[in-house]
């Protein structure tokens, strides 16, 4: 039988190889990082008067530790901040809307308003001024977001939630890597330096 000579990497096609090796290692580090805005749907309507579960899917290792929440419009000027620094150890949040005009083109956003980073989107859904007959319950456990007047983009957040209790680390937590990175160089060169002068 004649098997092929099986031909080395050489030089030139090395660099190549390296870029899409880590190219795809990064791939694969970035897959557990997601955010899925399960709640509103595609076909849900939500009443004007009627509080509203919001419920979301996150990635536990994404490095969010805190989102913003707004409310947005397709076709209309039209945007609501509804709530800032949502800690991620929330997985609802009830939202009531009052006053708020009708419409099929609403849009919620979980992002990093300060830097302007989108984490995810919801469904288009719809708000009415008729209350509808399936009314999902709100969550008692998790706050509710009072929503009301017209839009506006120069408002402050509806509300700004603070951290969860188990949510706060300290400085020196462990799971802090480069802090203690700096710590350890620090270390080493003050020792060094009174080792060299001793």
């Known amino acids: 039988m004649f098997f092929p000579r099986c031909r080395l990497l050489n030089r030139a096609s090395q ?5 899409l090796l880590f190219g795809f290692l990064s791939w694969l580090a970035s897959v ?3 955010f899925i805005i399960n709640q509103p749907g595609a076909s849900t309507s939500w009443a004007v008067g009627s509080p509203y579960p919001v419920t979301w899917t996150k990635g536990l290792e994404d490095g969010v530790d805190t989102f913003d929440i ?3 419009r397709l076709y209309e000027d039209g945007l609501y901040l509804v709530a800032k620094s949502v800690p991620t150890t929330y997985s609802t949040l009830n939202i009531l809307l009052e006053d708020v005009p009708a419409g ?3 849009f919620l956003l979980c992002l990093n308003s300060t ?3 989108t984490f995810g989107i919801s469904s288009r859904f719809t708000v ?3 209350s509808s007959s399936s009314n999902p319950s709100p969550d008692p456990s998790v706050p509710t977001i009072t929503v009301s007047g017209t839009p506006d983009p120069l408002k402050v957040f509806a ?3 603070s951290p969860a209790s188990n949510g706060a680390h300290g400085l020196l937590y462990g799971d802090e890597p480069g ?6 160089m620090i270390g080493a060169a003050t020792l060094s330096a009174v080792w060299t002068l001793w």
């Open 159 to 161: 509300t700004t939630l």
């Open 32 to 34: 557990h990082a997601y």
């Open 70 to 72: 707004e409310l947005m």
């Open 15 to 19: 660099p190549a190889f390296i870029v």
């Open 179 to 184: 802090i203690w990175g700096v710590l350890v």
């Open 104 to 106: 099929d083109d609403y």
């Open 128 to 130: 009415s001024n008729s």
């Open 115 to 117: 830097i302007g980073v």
